[in-house]
């Protein structure tokens, strides 16, 4: 897809609000303010403007639309009736449209529920991390374990498509007991049809990661906690359709598969990347000249680069054996020029399919789920060669 067409694409919408920072988080917010996110609301307007004019969107088809952040649900009711009749009225969308909000248990309300619904939006997604209060706390998050509960039972959640839940292990504190009560919960909620299940990264610049008197949970103890999430949610029906992601058939996110099979998306918000063939950019992630920048009718983009054929080899390869679908290798060869199945690495891809760790299907070479935990380090022998 080159810049100067567009037939369809995705969109990824940033919110950059908290109502508080989480421990563990490294991703770009800040504290919710009304007025500020008023002129932010005006901002993404103006960015999605721009964009239409510069890469002749107006045409151009929304398959998927994902609120992200942040805390896309710290939004009042007023600010997302106003982006709903400013922005989202402006895109030619699907009919098959996947719509997606990100939302936490203390700032989702049935009203909001309602007014999303109403606007559209089919699929929901609760940040949980835990449903243990210890660990929630230790966590930094602003919810309990029974306010988490009680607002994914609400009633009205039976009208969205899907409903989704983002929990995370190897935790402070955490032990192989308190993640399988978790997951007991979990799959005890009747609306759950998606799971995604992280395990705790620690970046240095979060206050978790200054926290030097925690104890963590042993890597065996990990281990245990990575396969029964994988144990679990196979005998509950969720597919594992990528290393960290778990969906009931039919509910498997689209937006992100978007990523990962280098499909067009463009990226709204501070922070916020963008991929059109063959470029990628970001843009700067700060909400104040992210404002300032757009008033001024400039574009708030911190990088641009171009993907050459060594920079999308590696992409195709690290992001095709972490899913599913696998590495297919015609698109491989149309975006780089080369067979994937050639010079050193055939004799690599045959020890893979001995050691069970990859098989070949219709013109694809697909991870096993032994394979799929191994990710990484099929992507580094196939890629250093």
Known sequence: MLLNSCDSLSLYIHIPFCSKKCNYCDFYSIPYRNNISNDFIFAQEKEWLILEKKYSLQNCLIKTIYFGGGTPSVLSLEQWEKINSNLIKRFNLSPNLEWSIECNPESFTFE???????????????????????????????????????????????????????????LPKQTVESFEETLNIIFSLSFVSHISAYQLTLNKNTLLAKEKKLKYPTEDEILEMTNLIFDRCKKEGFIHYEISNFAKKGHECKHNITYWSHLPYIGLGPSAHSYIHPFRWANISNVEKYILKLNLNKMPIKFKEYLDKEKLTIELIYLGFRTKYGLDEQKYKMLTGNNFYSGKRIKIIDELIKDNLVFYKKGKYIPTEKGMLLADYIAKKLIFI
């Open 112 to 170: 909001k529920a309602m007014l999303w619904y109403e606007m559209g939006v089919n699929r929901l997604t609760f940040g949980i991390q835990s449903l243990n209060n210890n660990e929630l706390k230790i966590l930094g998050r602003q919810h309990t374990k029974e306010e988490a509960i009680k607002k994914i039972n609400l009633s009205f959640l039976k009208k969205f498509k899907s409903i989704g839940i983002d929990i995370m292990y190897g």
